[in-house]
């Protein structure tokens, strides 16, 4: 099959090679496309350098041209960057300003991402509409990915979104236990980037519930010690390192009876976010910096494998969870964390929302089941951010100021009328030249 990639030439593209050679995909042609034309000649080339070294079968093309890229695709993958790390460090930036959390897409930041965004990747579904093969799946990758596929769906395209978070818990899990990754099936729901985990099956029995009773445990000895987080024995310790492992302290993470995803941090550390990221160097900046020194490794002609420094880039798992879901969608029925239409999942929200759940996938596509009963704390903030996505949809597609403010307005991290009126003016005067109506 024919597989195309919008976004290319990230430098993040050989770790996606690497796993199409290694796993095994029946790939003719992999087609990376990017109108970045240097930039996609540098990994290009390095992909077909991987794929040639791995005595992968299939041959790897580059193109600027969507139309040569795109055409008889059975499957296209969108990964793509709408102003690049510039327009990334802005939107973990300005909302600073405002006393609100800057991240790429968590809150104002996010929604930046979403209007500059949203029109290209609808622009390039409507291509591959045309230009793929019938019943071509889209996956989406780009941030916020749960936007984004609210996005494609709405417009009719046959599409899911993809996140590498649910599957990089499976491997915490699968690593504290000591079993193949494989193995661990995950009760993974909410939304992109607002996410727990509530059950953790390996071989059919879930050990979740020993890990929390583990948290538990540790932190009543802690407390009976006078201790915090220094001079547990060994067994608490290694507890502590997995709550730490996802960003949160093991109260916390118990007090849930879940995992939650690292974003939470956001909402249930939203000062301390703030104060850290004040006067720091951003993700963007530090990314940027890496992705120079990776390009000038991919130039070297004898560089056939993936550097150590691509590990440092992000996206941790992504290849793997990304040709996973493509095996599946494309005959292998197995089960994965996918954005997918509500339609009674999350009975407390409406069919048309875009939920983040492990579902077992065919090439009929996901299949979630109903999830149940849930925590009154997760039902409200999933309720709360599915308005606010609803409504960063609305303001991605049809543009007006007005739109914009009501998002932010709705979003629990904003939720003041004085400070959505200020993030809207900071939201406009950064990404105005990416919004054509802007001035209307």
């Not at 695709?73 to 930036?93: F, M, N, P």
């Not at 939720?415 to 009126?421: F, I, M, T």
Request: hydrophobic share 45%; charged share 20%.
């Amino acid at each position: 099959m024919k597989i195309a990639v919008v976004g290319g030439g990230s430098t993040y593209t050989p770790e996606l090679v690497d796993g199409v050679a290694r796993i095994g995909l029946p790939v003719t042609e992999l087609a990376l496309i990017d109108p970045a034309a240097d930039r996609l000649g540098v990994v290009g080339s390095f992909a077909a350098r991987i794929f040639a070294h791995l005595g992968h079968p299939g041959r790897v093309t580059w193109t600027s041209d969507p139309v040569a890229g795109l055409s008889d695709a059975d499957a296209v993958l969108i990964q793509l960057r709408v102003g690049g790390h510039a327009a990334r460090t802005s939107d973990e930036t300005f909302p600073l300003e405002c006393g609100c959390v800057g991240q790429e897409t968590t809150g104002a930041g996010g929604l930046a991402k979403a209007l500059r965004t949203v029109p290209v990747v609808l622009d390039i579904a409507e291509q591959a509409r045309r230009l793929a093969r019938p019943g071509a799946w889209i996956v989406n990758f780009t941030n916020p990915v749960g936007i984004m596929t609210r996005a494609l769906l709405d417009a009719g395209h046959r599409a899911v979104g993809l996140c590498n978070v649910a599957i990089g818990v499976q491997r915490r899990i699968a690593a504290h236990h000591a079993v193949d990754p494989e193995t661990v099936r995950l009760d993974h729901f909410g939304l992109n980037h607002l996410t727990w985990v509530r059950s953790a099956h390996v071989d059919g029995v879930d050990v979740l519930p020993e890990v929390l009773v583990d948290l538990d445990r540790s932190i009543r000895r802690a407390k009976h010690a006078g201790r915090t987080d220094q001079g547990h024995p060994e067994s608490d310790k290694k507890i502590d390192r997995l709550a730490e492992d996802i960003g949160f302290p093991a109260d916390l993470v118990a007090a849930q009876r879940a995992i939650p995803s690292y974003y939470l941090r956001y909402f249930y550390h939203h000062d301390e976010e703030v104060a850290a990221a004040r006067g720091t160097q951003t993700r963007g900046q530090a990314v940027a910096e890496i992705e120079r020194d990776l390009l000038a490794m991919y130039a070297d002609p004898t560089l056939v494998t993936k550097p150590e420094l691509l590990a440092k880039r992000g996206g941790a798992f992504y290849s793997e969870a990304a040709l996973g879901l493509l095996q599946s969608l494309h005959g292998v029925r197995g089960f994965h964390s996918v954005n997918v239409r509500n339609r009674g999942t999350l009975p407390f929200l409406p069919d048309e929302a875009v939920v983040e759940v492990t579902a077992p996938v065919t090439p009929d596509g996901p299949a979630p089941e109903p999830r149940g009963w849930l925590e009154p704390s997760q039902r409200g903030l999933i309720s709360h951010v599915s308005a606010y996505e609803e409504l960063a949809v609305a303001a991605a597609v049809q543009g007006g100021r007005d739109r914009v403010y009501h998002a932010l307005l709705a979003h629990p991290l904003v939720g003041q009328h004085d400070l959505a009126e200020k993030l809207t003016d900071r939201l406009l005067a950064a990404n105005h030249a990416y919004l054509n109506w802007a001035d209307a």
